[in-house]
């Protein structure tokens, strides 16, 4: 039974100005679009009406489904092929994605620059029998603790500033990361929708540069995310430190790796 994604639009409070746009197909017509179109947002792709078609919905998820299916069954056929190879207990397997898929919630189709879980939010599996025991990390990690990740875990001393941490030690031992919070960013063109984001395990909040609007949600109270608190007053200090513990992660990290945005 596939369930129909969660596009209840209807209960939303404080979208940003951009993401009705996604849903209309008229994103490319706006302020917002640069040079180069956003996957799935070419001129007659509206996702919300699409996903408004129950049977479209749940067709929709299903080819989704079987190709996560598929993966699975690859990745099945990685580890048996290990296990034969007597390589299991000292190889480190890695499994993770770029990106997530809206899928239809929030009435939105494929990527972008969206704050929602269903875009930012991807799988992180890792593996390596001699290397740590099974367990379930709930800090906040990001893909920028991979490199240090692989590094420590081969023994190479890395003497180079990183964005990212070793896990190896919060896998290992159990020991919390003791940072508060990751950082997300989507830079594509000079003169398209962009942000800079600060994820901790309860909050998330969004700036667009150039913008008076952001995003702000309380994971723990609206899983959802169907209430942006950016402009309620009664979250100002909340908005305020994580601002501040954002910038101070940037100040750290930049110049350092500065990624440019696409020409």
Request: with cysteine; aromatic share 10%; hydrophobic share 35%.
């Amino acid at each position: 039974d596939i369930p129909l994604p969660d596009i209840d639009v209807a209960e939303e409070q404080g979208t940003p100005p951009h993401v009705p746009l996604f849903r209309s197909g008229t994103l490319v017509e706006s302020r917002f679009n640069g040079r180069f179109v956003i996957a799935g947002n070419g001129r007659g792709s509206a996702w919300g009406p699409y996903f408004q078609d129950e049977h479209k919905a749940r067709t929709t998820r299903a080819y989704y489904y079987s190709m996560v299916q598929l993966f699975d069954e690859q990745l099945g056929r990685i580890l048996a092929a290990l296990d034969e190879a007597g390589l299991a207990e000292d190889t480190l397997l890695i499994f993770t994605s770029d990106h997530g898929e809206m899928l239809g919630d929030h009435g939105i189709g494929q990527k972008g620059p969206l704050f929602y879980e269903g875009v930012t939010h991807i799988p992180l599996l890792m593996r390596y029998p001699r290397g740590f025991a099974p367990c379930t990390v709930d800090d906040c990690v990001s893909l920028v603790d991979l490199l240090p990740t692989i590094l420590d875990f081969a023994g190479i001393v890395d003497e180079v500033q990183r964005d990212g941490v070793s896990l190896k030690e919060r896998l290992q031992q159990g020991t919390r990361l003791g940072r508060g919070g990751v950082r997300i960013e989507y830079k594509e063109e000079p003169d398209r929708i962009r942000y800079k984001a600060w994820v901790t395990e309860r909050w998330k909040l969004a700036v667009y540069p150039g913008e008076s609007f952001g995003e702000l949600y309380d994971l723990r109270n609206d899983p959802g995310e169907k209430r942006n608190l950016y402009d309620d007053p009664a979250c100002s200090g909340v908005k305020n430190e994580l601002f501040a513990a954002m910038v101070g992660d940037m100040e750290r990290s930049e110049p350092a790796n500065v990624r440019p945005s696409r020409v």
